[in-house]
């Protein structure tokens, strides 16, 4: 009768470990990759809120219409709000890909997660940049000889900054979602 009874509760531990991904460093690596990988899905959900509010930004300075300080400086600290929401949640999908790192035998999870770590490092250089300018575009706002076309020669700068860190981060992630098409993971 005890035989029975440990053997099941063997068997029901053995069977709760498999569901949990605990089975081994296969499945570890790749709960942790669905783990980072689904909180770069909500990283990328804010993306066109943010890029609108961007856009929304500086819109007066290419128009002709001006900026309204006040305005400006509050829509400034809503996007910096978001890009530190948004390197956050990096961080949490930094660490999950680590997690991947310090496993054994899971030689492509490790190149997938390193490939997925170089991408978040050039996301969060292209906000630090964002930040950064967001800075120096308020400072010249606020300033009682406001030129436009300071302004305007300084986004021009900042856009073609940002479109290639966006062409770098595409190609990781396409290089990092080939990998994990190719290898099945």
Request: charged share 25%.
């Amino acid at each position: 009768m005890n035989r029975i009874l440990i053997a099941t509760i063997t068997l029901v531990s053995c069977l709760a470990l498999l569901a949990s991904g605990c089975g081994g460093p296969q499945d570890q690596a790749k709960a942790y990759m669905q783990e980072g990988d689904a909180v770069i899905v909500k990283m990328a959900g804010q993306t066109p809120g943010f890029k609108k509010d961007l856009e929304d930004l500086f819109k007066g300075v290419f128009s002709g219409d001006g900026l309204e300080p006040a305005e400006f400086e509050q829509t400034a600290t809503a996007l910096r709000e978001t890009a530190n929401s948004i390197k956050s949640q990096g961080e949490e999908a930094r660490a999950s890909y680590a997690g991947i790192q310090k496993l054994s035998d899971v030689e492509d999870y490790k190149e997938y997660a390193a490939l997925m770590v170089q991408a978040l490092d050039v996301n969060e250089k292209g906000l630090n940049d964002l930040e950064s300018f967001l800075d120096e575009a308020a400072g010249q706002v606020k300033a009682a000889n406001f030129d436009a076309i300071v302004l305007a020669n300084g986004i021009e700068t900042f856009s073609d900054k940002a479109a290639q860190i966006s062409d770098d981060l595409q190609k990781l992630q396409k290089q990092a979602a080939d990998l994990k098409k190719e290898k099945g993971l």
